[in-house]
């Protein structure tokens, strides 16, 4: 439809069904299998209310989205098609690495080609929009929703948000296969103080802009149709009703156009927050601060019509975010074709296909981080890969686990999933393999809470629990085949319940029961490779000091257990590598690479001096730094050379290259990062950031230069005027594998009238 028409088709529709656009209500009343992710009481909305509404989230399937939309465009006064989103985070059905590990492949591209593959699935299945990719920065492993998002570091969300923001839309929304994406949650949702989930943010404006709000620009500027204002409050504000966030810093700065919608009730809770005295007052705020679409609540159902007859707020207000949905349909192409791709032959086709689980299984093998991979004293060689002579004794109760997905995977199904031990029986000798559970996944007293928390019919098996008596008898069988395996696989981690929305956690480490056994294992037998499951950065330290090997494999998805095993026989050498710090313990948090140098730092990891800014009792450096993964190759990259000391007058750039040499036994992948420091500016910069990386992928032997182009935009920041510019001075450079380098070179930015 022309624009015109649109203008004409708005002017045409009455206030109440203007209104009806901007109100979303939950699939819930349409299908009792729809996901719910927020109280819900169905009975506010009227009939009427319900079957006028403008958007519907959290259903699925090409069938019952065909009825629904029929019935409703044939009652509907202008036959407006109604939009269906979903949660489609990391996969609809085949499920891909949760977010932060698909941070961990440092991969743009294969991201993108997920995100493509998750909206395939969804559009088959008649979905229009998804309520991804969350580009929120995270620095604290207690949030839950740390596994939702790709990471600590401004530069590599930001990349990483643009890339699933392609996957989703491609050119353009309305193209086969295609959904629309909405980049959440405006702004600074993963700052929740103390961790814990929808607590406030304090933030200043200086960091807001310099490291929280690049991520969700970027998914705007990748063209991202929507955006969702977050939970939070922001220095007093809920995002919800932020005029200055939502007005100035998105719609004027960002140049957003696009539909802007709530959060899950977010705009009822701005009542709860003592933000608003009630809900006329709530609708006011919002939707003068230009949130179109309210998600779940009855709040613009019930009022914004009224308020507008009364003079309260303007009816251009409703015009223009009415407007902006019926675009946003347009853009889908729902008015020509209500159903989009959705489409049920299709559905069987896509769904699961053996191009997305081959695409699930590459990017699960390319975000499993190695951690962690010692010699033997006794063979001279390391523990990883797996020996093809060794007997292997697999152990831990996350090796016949199908629950190898996130909590934000919701329409994926445990029985899709292949597990290590179905992956191990497939593709390693039977005869060498062993497998035993050995322990519940977690205590009791932690089923329990997650029980009462979270639902309670799940049962114990859905929760990996056991009865004394089976506990010792696995634990007894556990041991017996450790004794008699050469080598120890132990399969721990945290349970998929304990991550994502409402979990946040103040012990980030292995369940006890699981590390109860890991020690009476190593008792028996010491050549341990640990792999490591979970939502978030979990404390590893005891882990991590006895066994010999640990991989990080997050929450990997359908295709996880082939994946495992893919890195663990060497079919896949590792190459992940960490997109957030792995803390030494809880107390560190938060912690990450790209802090502020104190005026009294740690002159290096060996500084005894007691007035720094330090702990006494833990180090100020994270167990595994942002960046670092280990390969079962070894890389050398050369000292950075630059081809010049300094970028100013005609000269734009300079080049700085390593040669980065595969020096090791096997082929190989290295992710080569270039980090940045401002030696000193006007404000006070990080001691590092990223800037670049190259991933490198050599024989062995062979060699290849690896050259970054370094440009005065590179070098920007906001300054204390939160003006976006570049300071003339020196500037330290890194090229290396992982956060944690030393040696880097300087180079000048001469004044800028030079420039
Ligand atoms: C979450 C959002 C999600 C929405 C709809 C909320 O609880 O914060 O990220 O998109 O529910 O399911």
Not at 59 to 66: D, F, H, M, Q
Not at 87 to 99: A, E, K, Q
Not at 566 to 572: N, Q
Request: hydrophobic share 40%; proline share 4%; glycine share 8%.
């Amino acid at each position: 439809m022309t624009d015109k028409k649109l203008r004409e088709l708005l002017n045409d529709m009455t206030l109440e069904e203007k209104v009806n656009q901007l109100v979303q209500i939950p699939g819930s009343y349409y299908d009792k299998n729809a996901s719910v992710t927020g109280g819900i009481e169905n009975s506010r909305f009227s009939e009427t209310q319900r079957s006028q509404a403008g958007s519907i989230l959290g259903i699925t399937g090409a069938k019952t989205l065909r009825q629904i939309q029929e019935t409703y465009m044939e009652n509907h006064p202008h036959h407006i098609p109604l939009l269906f989103m979903l949660d489609v985070i990391h996969g609809l059905r085949t499920i891909f690495p949760m977010p932060l590990a698909l941070g961990a492949t440092f991969d743009p591209n294969l991201v993108e080609l997920t995100a493509q593959a998750a909206a395939r699935e969804s559009a088959v299945s008649g979905i229009h929009v998804t309520f991804a990719p969350m580009a929120d920065l995270v620095r604290d492993a207690r949030w839950g929703r740390v596994m939702e998002s790709t990471g600590e570091d401004t530069y590599l969300n930001s990349l990483m948000t643009a890339a699933m923001v392609s996957g989703f839309q491609g050119n353009h929304p309305g193209e086969p296969e295609r959904i629309a994406a909405c980049v959440k949650h405006f702004a600074a949702y993963g700052k929740p103080e103390g961790g814990r989930e929808y607590s406030n943010v304090e933030l200043s404006e200086h960091a807001l802009r310099e490291f929280y709000l690049p991520a969700y620009e970027s998914g705007i500027r990748a063209g991202s149709e929507l955006v969702m204002a977050s939970f939070n409050t922001l220095n007093g504000i809920p995002s919800s009703g932020n005029h200055w966030l939502m007005q100035k810093v998105l719609r004027k700065e960002m140049g957003f156009d696009g539909v802007l919608i709530s959060d899950w009730a977010s705009i009822e809770e701005m009542i709860h927050h003592g933000f608003c005295q009630d809900e006329k007052e709530a609708a006011k705020k919002a939707i003068e601060a230009g949130v179109d679409i309210d998600m779940a609540t009855t709040i613009y159902a019930n009022h914004l019509a009224g308020m507008v007859k009364s003079g309260e707020i303007t009816e251009a207000c409703i015009d223009e975010a009415a407007y902006r949905v019926l675009r946003l349909k347009n853009r889908l192409g729902l008015f020509e074709n209500p159903f989009k791709d959705g489409d049920e032959d299709k559905e069987k086709e896509v769904i699961l296909s053996g191009e997305h689980r081959a695409l699930a299984r590459k990017a699960a093998r390319e975000s499993v981080v190695l951690l962690k991979n010692e010699k033997d004293v006794q063979t001279g060689k390391k523990l990883l890969p797996v020996n093809s002579e060794e007997i292997v004794a697999f152990i831990g109760p996350y090796v016949q686990s199908k629950g190898l997905h996130s909590t934000w995977a919701i329409k994926g199904r445990a029985e899709d999933a292949v597990s290590i031990r179905e992956a191990a029986e497939e593709n390693m000798v039977n005869e060498n393999v062993m497998f035993a559970c050995g322990c519940g996944m977690m205590n009791r007293d932690n089923g329990m809470i997650l029980k009462r928390h979270i639902d309670e019919t799940l049962t114990e098996a859905d929760l990996g629990i056991f009865d004394e008596q089976t506990e010792k008898q696995i634990e007894r069988e556990a041991l017996e085949a450790a004794a008699k395996a050469s080598l120890v696989v132990l399969c721990l981690g945290e349970h998929r319940l304990l991550s994502g929305e409402a979990a946040s956690r103040s012990d980030i480490g292995i369940p006890m029961v699981q590390l109860e056994l890991f020690r009476k294992v190593s008792e028996v037998n010491p050549r341990i490779v640990t792999v490591i499951f979970g939502g978030r950065p979990l404390d590893l330290r005891e882990i991590s000091e006895k066994s010999m090997a640990v991989l990080e494999v997050w929450l990997p998805g359908t295709e996880g257990g082939n994946a495992i095993v893919d890195v663990l026989t060497g079919a896949y050498n590792p190459s992940g590598k960490l997109p957030v710090s792995f803390p030494y313990s809880v107390g560190q948090i938060p912690v990450h690479y790209n802090e502020y140098a104190t005026g009294r730092p740690l002159n290096g990891k060996e500084d005894i001096a007691f007035y720094r800014s330090r702990y006494l009792d833990i180090p100020n450096h994270p167990l595994y730094p942002f960046g670092y993964g280990l390969s079962y190759t070894d890389f050398v990259i050369s000292p950075v050379e630059l081809s010049r000391k300094t970028i100013g007058g005609a000269e734009k750039s300079l080049k700085a290259f390593v040669t980065v040499k595969n020096a090791g036994s096997r082929k190989g992948t290295e992710t080569v990062q270039l980090y940045i420091r401002d030696i000193a500016a006007s404000v006070v910069r990080p001691v590092k950031e990223l800037k670049g990386i190259c991933k490198v992928t050599l024989e062995q032997g062979e060699e290849q230069k690896v050259e970054f182009e370094i440009t005065e935009e590179m070098l920007q920041f906001h300054d204390a005027d939160g003006r976006l510019t570049s300071e003339p001075g020196s500037y330290l450079l890194w090229i290396d594998n992982s956060s944690d380098t030393e040696a880097g070179a300087e180079f000048a930015l001469e004044r800028k009238e030079h420039i």
